[in-house]
């Protein structure tokens, strides 16, 4: 399996994704391999930008590697920063670990470098700012063995720091973290959270890997939703409920006070505004039936419940909710709106 996976996986086009390996009609799960948890092959995917994330990138790792269940690979891919790349080829970060420069831009190129480098049959992609606990690897790797399973997003707490304030549980998504609202339990997603997440190999490659077109390229992002976009795509190509949420596979996500202020979920919730108007244009049909759903039976009645909560802390959540929903509503119309004109200006 791994050489037929290693000719497979070097496919990069100039924008830093895979060539699509298979046609797009829908086949069935039991095409892929059948995974044994004792004995797959498992890696992990660690994509990193800049020298100012270096301590936390080695707590990551040094996180990684004392879980209980060891992986086979690790990867850590520099996105254009050849000093940072040079620095890290002298660390001490561990012996399977390996650093490589990204193939392309972006965290989606740099995570499709990672596992186009790695044989291993499942691919977990983790953040450099993230610390998982010990049984992290395990309860994914053991999630990625079932049958009927082509991916996975874990649950994602928030670890404050800077004497940053917790935000509503409601807008949790806007720092990379398990909201209210998000599905409960052992269920099918509609797509991981990108601090986290894991996939076979095999369906990932099939579908070309994460889309360029998505995820920030840079320290300010300016774009979102790749991990939406990658679950789409693999649930067109292998069934609506082949991705899951693990619930057990816990890591702890760094929220400093920079990303809790109120500039920073304006800017954040435009963002997330336009990608989602741009992956809903891309792939027409229910891809934002959770977004719907999550808008009414979340963050609406959420800010009822904390106007009426007679607390100042509850009106400054209301009113945070009523900012994202604003501002992330105004950019998916904006986007939405621009595209049409486009289009329209094209055809005249």
């Known amino acids: 399996m791994f050489e037929r996976?290693?000719?497979?996986?070097?496919r990069f086009d100039r924008l830093g994704h895979w060539e699509k390996a298979v046609p797009s009609d829908q086949i069935p799960m039991s095409n892929l391999p059948n995974l044994d948890p004792r004995t797959v092959h498992v890696a992990v995917?660690?994509?990193?930008?800049?020298?100012?994330?270096?301590?936390?990138?080695?707590?990551?790792?040094?996180?990684?590697?004392?879980?209980?269940?060891?992986?086979?690979?690790?990867?850590?891919?520099?996105?254009?920063?050849?000093s940072l790349f040079e620095l890290l080829q002298n660390e001490p970060l561990g012996a399977n670990v390996r650093v490589m420069?990204?193939?392309?831009?972006?965290?989606?190129?740099?995570?499709?470098?990672?596992?186009?480098?790695?044989e291993s049959e499942i691919l977990l992609f983790i953040d450099d700012d993230v610390f998982p606990d010990r049984e992290w690897l395990a309860t994914m790797t053991s999630m990625l063995c079932r049958d009927s399973v082509a991916g996975a997003g874990g649950n994602i707490l928030p670890y404050y720091?800077?004497?940053?304030?917790?935000?509503?549980?409601?807008?949790?998504?806007?720092?990379?973290?398990?909201?209210?609202?998000?599905?409960?339990?052992?269920?099918?997603?509609?797509?991981?959270?990108?601090?986290t997440m894991a996939f076979r190999r095999e369906a990932f490659i099939a579908v070309g890997g994460f889309d360029a077109r998505f995820g920030p390229s840079s320290a300010r992002r300016t774009s979102s939703n790749?991990?939406?976009a990658l679950s789409e795509n693999i649930r067109k190509r292998y069934g609506a409920n082949v991705i899951?949420?693990?619930?057990?596979?816990?890591?702890?996500?760094?929220?400093?006070?920079?990303?809790?202020?109120?500039?920073y979920l304006i800017q954040r919730s435009w963002v997330e505004g336009t990608s989602k108007a741009e992956v809903s244009l891309a792939h027409v049909g229910d891809v934002l039936n959770h977004d719907q759903r999550y808008l009414i039976g979340t963050m609406l009645p959420g800010i009822v419940r904390y106007l009426f909560s007679g607390s100042w802390s509850g009106i400054k959540a209301a009113f945070q909710l009523l900012v994202v929903t604003i501002v992330t509503a105004a950019g998916y119309l904006a986007y939405r709106t621009s595209s049409f004109?486009?289009?329209?200006?094209?055809?005249?």
């Open 45 to 82: 995917i660690v994509p990193t930008y800049t020298v100012d994330r270096l301590d936390t990138l080695r707590k990551c790792i040094d996180a990684i590697l004392k879980n209980t269940r060891q992986p086979d690979e690790i990867a850590v891919v520099v996105d254009r920063n050849v």
């Open 244 to 263: 899951r949420y693990q619930p057990e596979s816990i890591v702890h996500h760094r929220v400093p006070k920079t990303r809790t202020t109120l500039q």
């Open 5 to 10: 996976s290693r000719a497979l996986g070097r």
């Open 341 to 348: 004109v486009r289009r329209g200006n094209s055809r005249a």
């Open 101 to 118: 420069l990204s193939e392309g831009r972006g965290v989606c190129a740099a995570r499709n470098t990672g596992a186009s480098a790695c």
């Open 161 to 195: 720091i800077d004497g940053a304030r917790e935000l509503p549980s409601e807008i949790l998504w806007l720092v990379g973290c398990t909201y209210r609202g998000h599905p409960l339990g052992d269920v099918p997603i509609t797509r991981p959270i990108g601090s």
């Open 226 to 228: 790749e991990e939406l």
